[in-house]
């Protein structure tokens, strides 16, 4: 099996496949200055966005379609998954995303590996013309299913693409349960969302206890390849610490996530910053970008431990299992989370995680085991416990042999995570009309 796992990169050059869409793109770009100027949009025997009609080649790919919908496709484990999911679906579904919110796309080009059919709507058309547009692309390409992931448009425009096609299944991926995110939303539509995915059973206990109808929710828990990508045998320690600059006898504290205020990264250095001013040896290593970097950059210097900070932006996909071995320990200081990919990897790798209590940790880090947990409202309680591992070799190198295991222990296997999307979602047709 493919796994984007393995090959996702999180830095890419604009491939082939890109440039091809971006070209489609280009067209449609076209289209909607015709239809701002008020121009015809077609000729009389022509229908609107007559630049989606299908292809030949299209025509002949008998795989039922499915229309992806996404606020965006930035960095972010939501979106690892995703990739990770359609790669795994593409045998069976001919696969279109669409986007609705400005902002990175910094993993579209990897998606562009998945399939060439991708349209980010604030780039093509006014907010005002995006239903019709969609409902163009389903029409045009007969969809039988939706697949979302965080899309406040999906949420708002389902009963109307209901109506439109009645028989159009709905699936629906919760990454959180926080009641003022998605959850509220999910719940307000729950009547049109055939399937509700949950990544965690405390978001499933949350959909079914909100009110989501009976035999809609499925609870999937998220998986990483910890046989192949994800493993420490036969890594080189010293060279992963290398790359990044870091001596062998340092005591390494890590963070991974997206420069935002859900992830907070200035809890982060509050947990870190007294543990480097007692401990000579210890270093940050921090993986990530996004709106709080500048405000990050200006906290580590304040705080005076800049000079000690090794700050990368993004990073390829195949590099994340050398940061981790880099890594003494992984701090997650988020406000809220379903159950993180790092967490799991970084546990996969023999990395132990220092987290707040969000999402599913507390079924995953046992506390002294295999890392660390304390109430979101106090992050600053990990200080103590990890600065207590700094200069205890032996105590640090237990919670990572119980850190690999506890992953082994669960069955967080990518492949079972897989075999269940694709079950959920195998298509109701007859083989003659599978690829």
Known sequence: ??????????????????????RKLDRLRRLAGRLERGAPLAAANQEPFSAL???A?????????????????????????????????????????????????????????????????????????????????????????????????????????????????SYDILHNDA????????????????????????????????????GTVAVIPNGVDYEGVFNPHGMDRAAARQRFGIEEDTFVIGFVGRMSAEKRPLAFLTVAAPILATHPNARLVVLGDGPMAKA???????????????????????????FYASCSILVMSSLIEGTPLVMLEALAMGCPVASTDVGDAALIIREGINGFIVPVAVPEDLTPRIASLVDDTAALERMRAAARQSIIDTGRSVNAMLAAYRALMRPEFPARHRR
Do not use: C
Not at 188 to 212: F, K, M, P, Q
């Open 1 to 22: 099996m493919t796994r984007t796992n393995r090959s996702l990169p999180l830095r890419l050059g604009w491939t082939a496949l890109a440039k091809s869409w971006l």
């Open 53 to 55: 009609v299908r292809s």
């Open 57 to 169: 080649g299209n025509l002949a790919d008998l795989r039922p379609h499915l229309l992806v919908l996404v606020p965006w496709l930035p960095i972010g484990g939501a979106e690892v998954l995703l990739a990770d999911i359609l790669d795994s679906l593409k045998a069976e579904w001919r696969l279109s995303i669409v986007t609705t919110e400005r902002g990175d796309q910094a993993l579209a080009p990897a998606f562009a590996a998945i399939t060439t059919e991708i349209y980010h709507l604030p780039d093509l058309l006014d907010r005002r013309h995006w239903f019709e547009f969609v409902a163009a692309l389903m029409a045009s390409r007969d969809s039988k299913a939706i697949l979302s992931s965080g899309s406040r448009f999906l949420y708002k425009n389902l009963k109307r693409i209901k109506a439109r096609f009645p028989a159009i299944r």
């Open 179 to 214: 009641p003022k995110a998605h959850l509220a939303s999910a719940l307000r539509a729950t009547l049109h969302i055939d399937r509700l995915i949950a990544v965690n059973e405390r978001i499933g206990r949350s959909l079914t206890g909100g009110g989501a109808r009976s």
């Open 296 to 322: 990050f950059g200006d906290a580590a210097e304040a705080s005076g431990i800049a000079d000690r900070l090794h700050h990368v932006p993004r990073l390829d996909r195949s590099a994340m299992p050398q």
